[in-house]
């Protein structure tokens, strides 16, 4: 029965990890064909949303700071310029090498970037004092297991910061939006609700301490379908899946039609500040 039991464990285990593999190619070449169009977008280069997320760690300065799925590294730099180093880490070259070329022209030095997996980062345990990322979680097979490795690099006391966008706490709204998300984005996984969210914190050993949610992210819809290429098909399932939750109100994200008649959605975002403590034992 042990060797069994053992058996099934391994190929569990052998089945997750080719599973996560998978994944992780989609993730590099969604992004890769992506790259320069993500990276221009105003919902990642907003800058008074980057000030927002950059003040939510409260930093005195003298931070060594990770920044996970950095992308084209807008995040990593803003945090560069209040505190004393930063690595950003992602598994996208292409979104890697826009950030290393835009930080060089700009002249950051403390900043570094490096490929790696998120989900088993690169480091040794309490290395940072802040552990950072945005609008990525939803992109992770296993985002507990990422939170989980976020806190592991953090050191105690330090912060683990998260924004990302937020799901419905129903499960069949939530699903709804899903569904529109994945036609446009093959590396989408799930929007995930916030109490789900604070779960993740709570078994990872975070205290969290600020949790904030804001409606400001409004992309509209046809840029937005532009930057990952969706294909003819898909683009006009979304358009009519998004125009049913317009008329219908299916998913929680209220899209609508500006005074141009431009289609739009809230894509809602939460952001959690969590301080590492020791458990109790």
């Known amino acids: 029965m042990r060797q069994v039991s053992a058996t099934i464990a391994f190929l569990s285990t052998l089945w997750e990890s ?6 992780n190619e989609i993730v590099r070449e ?20 980057i000030r927002r997320l950059v003040a939510a760690a409260r930093l005195t300065g003298d931070e060594r700071v990770l920044d996970i799925a950095t992308g084209p590294g807008y995040i990593a730099e803003a945090f560069a310029r209040a505190a004393r180093e930063v690595i950003g880490v992602d598994l996208t070259a292409a979104m890697l090498a826009i950030g290393e070329e835009r930080t060089k022209k700009h002249g950051v030095s403390n900043l570094s970037f490096r490929i790696g997996d998120v989900q088993s980062l690169p480091f040794e345990k309490e290395e940072f004092d802040v552990v950072v990322t945005r609008l990525a979680l939803h992109h992770m097979q296993n985002p507990a297991k990422v939170v989980r490795e976020m806190a592991r690099v953090c050191r105690l006391g330090g912060t683990v910061l998260v924004e990302d966008i937020y799901g419905s706490e129903h499960s069949e709204r939530a699903a709804y939006q899903d569904r529109w ?14 109490s789900e969210l604070l779960h993740f914190f709570r078994e990872a050993g975070l205290e969290t301490d600020s949790l904030s949610t804001f409606e400001d992210l409004c992309p509209e ?17 979304v358009r009519r899946l998004l125009e049913e939750d317009r008329l219908h109100d299916l998913s929680g994200t209220r899209p609508f039609l500006d005074a141009a008649g431009q289609r739009h959605f809230h894509a809602r975002t939460a952001t959690l500040a969590g301080r590492r403590f020791r458990l109790l034992t």
């Open 18 to 23: 080719r599973s996560m593999a998978h994944h």
């Open 30 to 49: 969604s992004f890769t064909v992506q790259a320069k169009a993500f990276a221009a977008n105003p919902w990642v280069t907003d800058k008074q949303r």
């Open 181 to 194: 998300e994945k036609l446009r984005d093959p590396s989408h996984v799930r929007t995930l609700p916030i």
């Open 221 to 237: 819809l046809e840029r937005w379908l532009a930057t990952t290429r969706v294909p003819l098909g898909d683009a006009a399932e």
